[in-house]
């Protein structure tokens, strides 16, 4: 009779086992945190060569103007001894939660503005949208940069983009997930666009330069090039022909 019982006693101990190791491994709130993090940043360039000095960034602020040798393109000269980028802007995780909400909104600001000012007063630190390769990490962004003169046409853009594509990129990340594929950690999937532009800012033609290997995050950056459009008048001096050609890329890690 002992017997009888011993083997549902036994079964129904296994069971509860898995199933409360099952609850701590949900409830743990650094379980999946760090795997499923996704950083979204961007990597704005000028004419065919995508080289680091035809890259548009933003930068704080320097008393130091000089040109250096290694300087991105920005709205003014600036220089410092020790070039450092902060934290990423947007930051999504598995579930499609985001981390930092954090959009061009918050950065809706003039041309001759301090882009960070308006996030150091809402984040208490700085942020970057912008895609760094090579350069340290720091609590703010401090770039070598210099002056040039189609910034604020580039920076409209941008600001109209980034919500478009946060949005995006959240979309298709849980689309991947929903069908059970990951993306590979360190691993930077970049997605570089080539756009054509109308003198009233329309776009002619838009496609894929690069790929990133992942389909839905090109698609994703298509996507949200189209849904931003139209854009500003491009300037006179981008126009070749009654046409502006842009090159973007998006770039997502894990």
Same mark, same amino acid.
């Given at each position: ?42 990597? =704005? ?5 995508? /080289? !680091? ?5 933003? #930068?704080?602020? %320097? *008393?130091? &103007? +000089? ?43 003039? =041309? ?5 000012? /308006? !996030? ?5 630190? #700085?942020?970057? %949208? *912008?895609? &760094? +390769? ?121």
């Amino acid at each position: 009779m002992r017997h009888k019982f011993l083997f549902p006693l036994v079964l129904f101990s296994i069971i509860f086992l898995h199933f409360s190791v099952m609850v701590i491994r949900l409830n743990d709130p650094g379980s999946h945190h760090k795997k499923n993090e996704l950083i979204k940043t961007m990597k =704005v360039f000028i004419k065919e060569d995508l /080289k !680091v000095k035809n890259q548009i960034v933003r #930068s704080e602020e %320097s *008393d130091q &103007l +000089k040109i250096m040798d290694d300087s991105y393109l920005s709205d003014k000269n600036r220089s410092f001894k020790k070039q450092t980028k902060a934290q990423a802007l947007g930051k999504f995780q598995k579930n499609g939660g985001v981390k930092k909400k954090l959009s061009f909104s918050h950065l809706g600001l003039g =041309v001759r503005e301090d882009p960070f000012q /308006k !996030v150091r007063k809402d984040q208490g630190t #700085s942020s970057t %949208s *912008d895609y &760094l +390769k090579d350069i340290p990490s720091g609590d703010v962004t401090n770039l070598n940069t210099k002056e040039y003169k189609y910034f604020g046409f580039y920076e409209r853009i941008r600001q109209k983009l980034e919500g478009i594509w946060g949005t995006s990129i959240q979309d298709k990340a849980q689309e991947l997930f929903r069908k059970g594929r990951g993306l590979s950690f360190s691993t930077e999937y970049v997605t570089s666009l080539q756009i054509t532009l109308d003198e009233r800012g329309e776009i002619i033609k838009i496609h894929v330069l690069s790929g990133s290997g992942v389909q839905e995050l090109d698609k994703g950056a298509l996507e949200s090039f189209k849904k931003a459009a139209p854009f500003p008048n491009p300037p006179r001096g981008l126009l070749v022909n009654g046409r502006a050609v842009l090159q973007w890329g998006f770039v997502v890690k894990n």
